[in-house]
């Protein structure tokens, strides 16, 4: 009775040595850091973000923007958050840097992504008003902050976008 309880004991060991071990090795040459980043993709939403600066609204936002992460790989990947800069006529405009309050999961060989909103300030939503056309042309740049079987990696983050006023 003592040798199998022991022998017992010995298996589960083992197998969770290979279960961890091993996996890992594989993944490691399998999926270097360079190939598992270049396996996700990332692209800006399908619609155009909006900058909602009217006189009569009570706060001024930034809507519709953000980006889709598809996962090519056969690993579930994590979002942990961003730092994205919004750009118009080569100034920034805000930053966006933050860490998400909820991680957004990425399962294998399927989509996911974040949205980006802000407030504006009145100097931002006054800069817009005075905008000579009802549409602006926006740069979203910068890194997506994403966990791997490697740790936190960063994705880089570009977009150009039209983007409409509504005033």
Do not use: C
Request: glycine share 4%; net charge positive.
């Amino acid at each position: 009775m003592v040798e199998v309880f022991t022998w017992a004991h010995v298996s589960r060991w083992l197998t969770r040595l290979v279960q961890t071990v091993v996996p890992d090795r594989l993944l490691r040459r399998a999926w270097p850091p360079k190939r598992l980043l270049d396996a996700v993709q990332v692209f800006h939403f399908n619609s155009p973000p909006h900058f909602y600066v009217r006189t009569d609204r009570d706060s001024h936002t930034f809507e519709f923007a953000g980006f889709n992460i598809f996962n090519f790989t056969p690993f579930d990947l994590t979002i942990l958050g961003a730092d994205v800069s919004v750009t118009v006529d080569s100034k920034e405009l805000f930053r966006l840097n933050e860490r998400f309050a909820a991680e957004i999961p990425m399962a294998s060989y399927a989509r996911s992504g974040f949205p980006i909103r802000r407030g504006l300030t009145e100097a931002q939503a006054q800069r817009l008003r005075n905008y000579p056309q009802q549409w602006t042309l926006l740069r979203l740049s910068g890194i997506a902050v994403i966990r791997t079987p490697y740790g936190e990696l960063r994705k880089e983050l570009q977009a150009d976008v039209a983007a409409v006023i509504d005033r």
